[in-house]
């Protein structure tokens, strides 16, 4: 489907036919599109929470249903679109989108931690896994949860009040995201780790513990963390490890707080077994950090870049000058560790990638710097860099009013498939199909053989 102005157009993307085309309402911003029509919301969130009242529209751009509860997510592959209601905001209602006929009513608690901040679809199931006053499953088309303790949120301690910021740019979307839903007042949210998927198991971490976990969240280990410690985190896997990076902080409203103290640990993936854990001598409040391989931990503070050893409380201050020819941005962090980044070589995609020895660094959403740990700098521009943009679809990082170059690789060899220059946007589907997006129209290329 193509918007232009207020008009709808609906293609065939194997023989791009026009199949039908009708206005749609603008004040009502459409945001999933079926094969039997689009789900549109309108009048707005409440407190920020919902995306507004749900309205489904069919292929000629007639209303369907509306109703005027608040939209929180929709699935067009099952046909489910979530509402709650706004007197009842732990009450979930699940509805048939095309339809909507409801289908199913639950209640899924959250004054811990907002569910919708970091919540898990499972590929080719009906499964979300939320993160709230419990970990949750929820089944999207019944309604059916299992749940389980989880602690993604303490209550504020009175020394943390003092240590609260200003409000000040997210150093990194992840903080951004915990910030932006961490709403309750004497609550400091996010104590948690991301999820990590791998074959049947399921890895995750609280205030508390590093979970290896079944997919119906049965324990298969469990690992404590240091008492009174644990923080937000982020977890990693490589070689057989889990590793862990807690950065001392939670948040509340918009602001990043001081909780618990920074911390690596590492557990042996198949038992859970502490390998090793690492207290960095920092004082200063930590946004950021990197667990490489070879037993290198970065962290980044506001203004710094240090590194340690796995196992060595000791750390060492990168002497480091950022080189970039941008400004910092209001809409991205001004910082930003990247684990890899691509640099185009010799008809192939090679990383240009954080590890024991060289930290990369993006810098205001533009170009990059590859710092080795002594501090000498290389400078990446930013229309020479690659990050990903969706399947195996990579750009450079250009200013928007200028074109873009746009590669696709073949995700084993990382060879470069198709090259492109130009200004707009290109996607490639499920199914490998090339869809170009320019000011001009659109162009289809269907999956190779």
Not at 194 to 221: E, H, P, Q
Not at 239 to 254: D, E, H, I, P, T
Not at 303 to 310: A, G, K, L, R, V
Not at 369 to 386: F, H, M, Q, R, V
């Amino acid at each position: 489907m193509i918007i232009d102005d207020e008009e709808c157009y609906l293609y065939d993307t194997q023989s791009m036919k026009l199949i039908s085309s009708f206005k749609y309402n603008s004040n009502a911003p459409l945001l999933q599109i079926s094969e039997k029509g689009y789900l549109a919301t309108s009048k707005g969130s409440i407190l920020g929470i919902g995306k507004g009242n749900p309205e489904f529209y069919d292929l000629q751009g007639k209303r369907v249903w509306k109703n005027k509860e608040q939209l929180v997510i929709a699935d067009r592959i099952n046909d489910i679109a979530i509402c709650f209601k706004p007197s009842k905001q732990d009450t979930y209602i699940g509805y048939q989108m095309s339809t909507g006929n409801k289908l199913w009513e639950t209640n899924i608690t959250s004054k811990m931690h907002d569910i919708w901040c970091k919540y898990l679809p499972l590929k080719k199931s009906n499964y979300i896994y939320l993160i709230g006053d419990a970990l949750t499953r929820l089944d999207i088309a019944t309604g059916n949860t299992i749940t389980r303790p989880f602690r993604a949120g303490v209550k504020e301690p009175m020394k943390s009040r003092f240590s609260i910021a200003s409000r000040t740019k997210a150093p990194s979307f992840d903080f951004a995201r915990e910030m932006s839903f961490a709403k309750n007042a004497g609550i400091l949210s996010g104590t948690h780790s991301n999820w990590i998927v791998k074959g049947d198991s399921m890895f995750i971490a609280d205030a508390d513990s590093i979970y290896c976990l079944t997919r119906d969240l049965k324990t298969i280990w469990q690992t404590a963390l240091p008492k009174d410690l644990g923080a937000y985190s982020t977890i990693s896997i490589s070689s057989n490890q889990v590793k862990l990076l807690n950065y001392g902080v939670a948040f509340q409203n918009g602001i990043i707080g001081k909780y618990g103290m920074p911390f690596a640990a590492t557990v042996d993936i198949n038992n859970g077994k502490q390998i090793s854990i690492t207290y960095p001598q920092i004082d200063k409040k930590i946004i950021g950090g990197y667990y490489a391989d070879g037993g290198r931990i970065y962290w980044q503070t506001k203004s710094n870049f240090y590194y340690s050893t796995e196992g060595d409380s000791a750390v060492t201050k990168i002497k480091y000058k950022p080189n970039s020819k941008y400004q910092p941005s209001d809409y991205h962090p001004d910082f930003l560790i990247a684990d890899t980044i691509g640099i185009v070589k010799d008809g192939y995609m090679t990383p240009a990638a954080t590890n024991s020895n060289q930290l990369v660094v993006e810098l205001f959403g533009k170009d990059a710097n590859n710092i080795s740990i002594n501090g000498e700098t290389e400078y990446l521009p930013a229309d020479k860099i690659y990050l990903h943009d969706s399947g195996n679809v990579y750009s450079t990082n250009v200013d928007e009013d200028k074109p873009n170059n746009f590669i696709i690789i073949d995700p084993k060899t990382k060879k470069i498939k198709y090259t492109f220059n130009l200004k707009g946007h290109i996607l490639q589907d499920n199914d490998e199909n090339i869809l170009i997006k320019l000011s001009e129209g659109i162009g289809f290329i269907p999956k190779s053989n």
